[in-house]
């Protein structure tokens, strides 16, 4: 599925290798400089060499904190010596963690905020997400065949400037989707502790403990995900079985009408939105597994989570809204304390272990932005070779300050946050998945010449990937539906306006790219 150029290094041997991590002596033999390598508290071996931020300004935090266990690579490539034998498992624990979050079931409240019905709302999530968690596993097969996290495989397709330019887009969308998630933990804390705990403090405590375990980086992430969906989906069990007497499908009939295809439309829009954003960052969690990892499995295991842990979680949401519009106490609830609420409600006759459930929800949130957190760092050192000079775990902890910051700033207006950011975050992460697959498999034929990933005299210019992203932002603007903008496309779609965007932005990105890059190969050489 997918291939690449690289240098040929001999095969690590059986006797090389143990619980699939390559031992220190081993490539102490094969290695000079023998006081740059060291073992992490995985077992696996890097080279503080091949980190270029142990070279600068932050040398002695780097040599500290390495010795601390704490991944020091940033977006240097990972050559096979130093990959681990990870369970292609861990595809499925990391995004089934990501996704099975309080905020996915938010997302699934919204399709009657459109005028859809249960049955509508129901069809949209599962046709959706069926194939949009494909393209997730794809993209993330590029981290064990490139050993690049994504936004640097970007630079292969869009050259340092376009490259550039999407880092702009992506980096306001991971920050502002850190900060929606954040407030949906923070509401349900406020629930847990009957309005003791204020929102500033939820946001505050989920930062700070997303901050502590994305400083030690790539292992401990993984560490973490394989444990949190666990009690994510005990969570969601009682939550279906004592919500369940509540739901009523009829009592949220679909709103019949030239509206309703605007609202379907809409509707689409942001669920695509919420999972088509791991697209640009799917390969960072499995950059370490090894070259010739079965990518069938690992796209089947990536399908599996995301698929998994988004439609069980927004299908509950939908169910939930159906309690809403039935019962005057689910009402009330969501209308005074948000999804918390609305959880805490249903939770109600469970008294301490209802809270002790809730709990476990809002501490949920800190697997789903560990995903944001750890990529952010990447987002920084992609966009100029002076900010790789920062390490990794520096980017970390300033990217939760920076959430943390927003959250609060926005905690008292979290649904429509988070309709503005599912639908933005669509802008930008269509254009980059039909660029990426139209540059991958029809102009590089399936391979990239990974020995010039960092080499700015063998990367494109960015002539084409530049003018992808510009017109997709002018597609964008003309077919958007937003609050502070309805673009012409979508006031012509009907009286209440589809949200078009993500589909014109793919559209004219395309429209866009393909010549152009013709044109830049053809005149250029690369």
């Known amino acids: 599925m997918l291939s690449h150029d690289s240098e040929r290094r001999p095969p690590v041997s059986s006797n090389q290798t143990r619980t699939g991590h390559v031992l220190l002596d081993d490539l102490e033999a094969r290695r000079s400089g023998t006081e740059t390598v060291k073992k992490t508290a995985t077992g696996l071996v890097d080279e503080l060499s091949e980190v270029e931020a142990s070279k600068g300004w932050f040398a002695a935090f780097v040599k500290c904190s390495s010795g601390a266990g704490t991944e020091e690579r940033g977006i240097e490539r990972v050559k096979e010596e130093n990959r681990a034998k990870q369970s292609v498992m861990d595809g499925f624990t990391m995004w089934a963690s990501a996704n099975l979050t309080p905020v ?105 403990c997303t901050a502590i375990i994305s400083f030690f980086g790539y292992f401990a992430i993984h560490w973490f995900e394989r444990i949190c969906w666990v009690p994510m989906v005990v969570v969601f069990i009682f939550l279906a079985a004592y919500g369940s007497e509540h739901f ?38 499995h950059v370490r597994m090894p070259v010739n990892t079965n990518k069938f499995k690992l796209t089947a295991s990536i399908w599996a989570g995301n698929f998994i842990g988004i439609v069980i979680p927004e299908l509950l ?25 609305l959880m805490g409600q249903t939770l109600q006759p469970l008294g301490g272990f209802g809270k002790f459930l809730l709990a476990l929800a809002a501490l949920s949130i800190i ?55 599912l639908s933005v975050t669509s802008y930008y992460t269509t254009p980059f998945i039909c660029c990426v697959l139209v540059d991958f498999l029809y102009f590089r034929k399936g391979k990239y010449p990974l020995e010039s990933w960092n080499d700015t005299n063998k990367l494109p210019y960015g002539i084409a990937g530049f003018a992808a992203i510009a017109l997709a932002f002018v597609g964008a603007v003309l077919s958007m539906n937003q609050t502070w903008l309805v673009g012409v496309i979508a006031r012509a779609s009907g009286p209440a306006g589809a949200e078009l965007g993500w589909i014109f932005s793919g559209i004219f990105s395309v429209l866009a790219y393909v010549p152009l890059r013709h044109l830049e190969l053809r005149y250029t050489g690369r």
Request: charged share 10%.
């Open 104 to 208: 996915t079931l938010a997302a699934g409240t919204l399709g009657p905020g459109f005028g859809l019905g249960f049955w509508d709302t129901f069809a949209v999530i599962v046709v959706v997400n069926f194939f949009i968690a494909a393209v997730v596993g794809y993209f993330g097969c590029f981290g064990p065949a490139t050993g690049l996290r994504m936004l640097s495989v970007a630079r292969f397709t869009f050259g340092v400037w376009g490259t550039r330019a999407l880092l702009v887009l992506s980096t306001c969308g991971v920050m502002g989707w850190a900060s929606v998630n954040s407030i949906a933990g923070a509401l349900i804390l406020t629930e847990l502790s009957d309005g003791r705990c204020p929102l500033w403090a939820g946001n505050l405590i989920i930062g700070v």
């Open 248 to 285: 009523d499908a009829a009592a949220l009939p679909a709103q019949p009408g030239p509206s309703q295809a605007a609202g379907v439309m809409s509707f689409i829009a942001v669920t695509f939105g919420f999972i088509a954003g791991w697209a640009s960052m799917a390969a960072d969690y």
């Open 317 to 341: 949401g939908a169910a939930l809204m159906t309690a809403v519009a039935k019962d005057p106490g689910f009402a009330d609830a969501f209308r005074d304390h948000g999804i918390g609420g």
């Open 367 to 421: 697997g789903c932005n560990l995903a944001n957190n750890y990529s952010l760092a990447f987002e920084f050192q992609n966009f100029h070779p002076l900010l790789l000079k920062v390490p990794r775990p520096v980017y970390s902890v300033l990217g939760s300050a920076a959430i943390i910051a927003i959250a609060i700033a926005a905690e008292n207006s979290f649904v429509e946050v988070l309709i503005s950011f």
